[in-house]
Every structure is written in C-alpha cells, then in structure tokens.
C-alpha cells in the first residue's frame, strides 16, 4: 500500500496535528476544523464530533489550555507540556503534515469524504459506549453492524 493511500489519521496522529496548529498561533475549535481540511486538501473536512472531543483530551492532559471570549468561544493555546510533548514527536508532526503536502488531487478526491464518515463512525461508537451502559446484546448489535459494513466495503 503506498502512502497515499492509507489511512488519514493513525491513532494519536489528530492530537499531535490539532498540537502543532495551535503552536502555530492560538486558535479555536472552528479555526483547527477549517485548518485541517484546507491543509489535508480534496474534500476532506473533519467532523466537529471528533475535533471537539480531541480539544477537550488535550485540555485534561494538559497540553493545551482554553480561554473563553466575551462570545463563550473557546480558545485554544499551547502549555509548556504541549510544547515538550510537540517537541518530543517533531520528526512525526512532519511526516504527518507532509504526507497532506505532497498528496495529488486525483489520490485526494473523495478519499477525504472517506475519512471523514470513518472518523464520525468512530466518534459515533465511542460515544455510544462511553455514554450509557450498553447490555450485551446492544454492544453485539454494535459489532455486527461494524462487521456488516466492512464486509460490504471489502466486496465493492
């Protein structure tokens, strides 16, 4: 598989991207979102279900802090943690943001809706288990519907 053609994001790659867009300047939620799609390109653009709650994980661990504005906006600034943290992944937020640098307009049409619908069906997951307490037979539902659709995709 070559390198356009793999995922969007490996697990922990959007906390270390959403890092270094707010090291560049403070920025907010909306802010990181447009980013993203712009640096990614095609048609990409990620869910706010899946931005939001990864701002919020930044914030719990320390690595970013939020200020409100008159308006209740949140926004979001680097801590000397997130700056080490940042700075420990370097070669990694590169590669990251160079692989979205060099990706051709062909690889990147439609790969980007993709990526989006697999984010918010993470989120969407995550979410619901996380939520409320799941019964067997609702988290077996939620297995067999995953397992349907990678079924599906793996025949078309």
Known sequence: MGRREGRMFDAGEL??????????KP?????????????????????????????????????ASASQDQAGRKLYTLTPEGEKT????????DAILERFGD???VGARGM????RAMMNL?????LRLRGRAASPEQI?????ALDTAAKTIERI
């Open 15 to 24: 906390r270390l991207v959403i890092l270094a867009l707010v090291a560049e």
């Open 27 to 63: 920025r907010y939620g909306y802010e990181i979102i447009k980013e993203l799609g712009e640096r990614v390109g095609g048609d990409y653009s990620p869910s706010p279900g899946v931005v939001y709650p990864t701002l919020t994980m930044l914030e719990e661990m320390g690595y």
């Open 112 to 115: 980007g809706s993709v990526v």
């Open 122 to 126: 993470r989120a969407a997951t995550r």
């Open 86 to 93: 940042l700075a420990e992944n370097k070669a990694q937020v």
């Open 140 to 144: 077996q539902a939620i297995v067999d």
């Open 103 to 105: 990706r051709d307009e």
